[in-house]
């Protein structure tokens, strides 16, 4: 059974720094990414960093040089990390960590193994 978890969040003012972390146990990553999503509130879905596992990392355009992924790996469990730094209220959301995430129509969850999501919010 593929177990996603996330950890972190919570409240930071314009500026700040925050760091989520997200364990994955139970997936076999191969030919797959993994990463975090963010779901502002009332908006779409949207990737936010992906780490695949030759090493390939994209980010959304709009945290480009602000947040940085990293990925580690203990007996089979795997930690994807996301840095976020020089935050704005532009960056609030509920972000969620998945395992060969799909998003579809502007909604997450549409495939690949998600977890239950924790939210930032950034004041102005």
């Known amino acids: 059974e593929v177990q996603v978890v996330e950890s972190g969040g919570g409240s930071v003012q314009t500026g700040g720094s925050m760091r989520l972390s997200c364990t994955i146990s139970?997936?076999?990553?191969?030919?797959?990414?993994l990463g975090w999503y963010r779901q502002p509130p009332g908006d779409m879905c949207e990737l936010v960093s992906t780490?695949?596992?030759?090493?390939?990392?994209?980010?959304t355009d709009s945290v480009k040089g602000r947040f940085i992924i990293s990925h580690s790996q203990d007996n089979g469990k795997h930690t994807v990390d996301l840095q976020m730094n020089s935050l704005t209220p532009k960056d609030t959301a509920a972000y969620l960590c998945?395992?060969?995430?799909?998003?579809?129509?502007?909604?997450?969850?549409?495939?690949?193994?998600w977890g239950q999501g924790t939210q930032v919010t950034v004041s102005s």
């Open positions: 998945a395992a060969d995430g799909i998003i579809s129509g502007g909604h997450c969850r549409m495939g690949g193994y």
């Open positions: 139970g997936f076999k990553f191969h030919d797959a990414a």
């Open positions: 780490i695949s596992d030759d090493g390939e990392i994209i980010y």
